[in-house]
Nanobody, 126 residues
Framework: VQLQASGGGLVQAGGSLRLTCAAS????????MGWFRQAPGKEREFVAA???????????YYADSAKGRFTISGDNAKNTVYLQMNSLKPEDTALYYC?????????????????WGQGTLVTVSS
């Protein structure tokens, strides 16, 4: 499985960006796709995730810092996941990574994700 993250950039505080993560080579009917971020000098942290299984359908999860401002969505036909980020703050500045795994549990822990994208940089100016 290969992941291609894109959509980062420079935006002023209060602005919006939409990140895209395109997956290729995935064959599992169940999956979890997560977004993590790493700010300079800080550890990588969970931002949001979306899971899909045939018995539970689509579910989304957010870090407290993302709730109400970020929306994660997926297009199964395109094997693509989006992260719409609104009301961006300078503290959202980070390198954003998407990751995927088959197991839809434990989605907030980066350990367990099998595949990672290369990261896309989001810079929010004040």
């Amino acid at each position: 499985v290969q992941l291609q993250a894109s959509g980062g950039g420079l935006v002023q505080a209060g602005g919006s960006l939409r990140l895209t993560c395109a997956a290729s080579g995935r064959t599992s009917s169940s999956y979890a796709m997560g977004w993590f971020r790493q700010a300079p000098g800080k550890e990588r942290e969970f931002v949001a995730a979306i899971t899909w299984t045939t018995w539970t359908g689509l579910n989304t999860y957010y870090a407290d810092s993302a709730k109400g401002r970020f929306t994660i969505s997926g297009d199964n036909a395109k094997n693509t996941v989006y992260l719409q980020m609104n009301s961006l703050k300078p503290e959202d500045t980070a390198l954003y990574y998407c990751a995927t795994k088959k197991d839809p549990s434990g989605i907030r822990r980066e350990r367990g994700y099998d595949y990672w994208g290369q990261g896309t940089l989001v810079t929010v100016s004040s």
